[in-house]
């Protein structure tokens, strides 16, 4: 098992920045790979960013990248997504997601744990 807990949510203005957090617990964080996803007011949980296992490989959705930097320390079994230049579309519930697959990976289903969530909410 893994909890997921994520912090860091808020509501700020267009073109600010803010970081999240997600602490991880219950397994060995180095064996995981992570990933950021999100869910906006009626619409369908998207992925955001992902990090392999060693942070060694990326992966952003198109509408981030450029924006966003998604890291991880190991150490303190942290995974952490830096949102810079901050748009009301990005607006939304941020979720932090756990996989056994070392990978940085894309897709939801593969994710096999998930946080409970943190709201952000980005004003025009």
């Known amino acids: 098992q893994v909890q997921l807990v994520e912090s860091g949510g808020g509501l700020v203005q267009a073109g600010d920045s803010l970081r999240l957090s997600c602490a991880a617990s219950?397994?060995?964080?180095?064996?995981?790979?992570m990933g950021w996803f999100r869910q906006g007011p009626g619409k369908e949980r998207e992925f955001v960013a992902a990090?392999?296992?060693?942070?060694?490989?990326?992966r952003y959705a198109d509408s981030v990248k450029g924006r966003f930097t998604i890291s991880r320390t190991n150490a303190k079994t942290t995974v952490y997504l830096l949102m810079n230049s901050l748009k009301p579309e990005d607006t939304g519930i941020y979720y932090c997601?756990?996989?056994?697959?070392?990978?940085?990976?894309?897709?939801?289903?593969?994710?096999?744990?998930w946080g409970q969530g943190t709201q952000v909410t980005v004003s025009p």
């Open positions: 997601a756990a996989t056994v697959t070392l990978n940085a990976q894309v897709v939801p289903t593969v994710y096999g744990y």
């Open positions: 219950g397994r060995t964080f180095s064996n995981l790979g």
């Open positions: 990090i392999s296992w060693s942070g060694g490989l990326t």
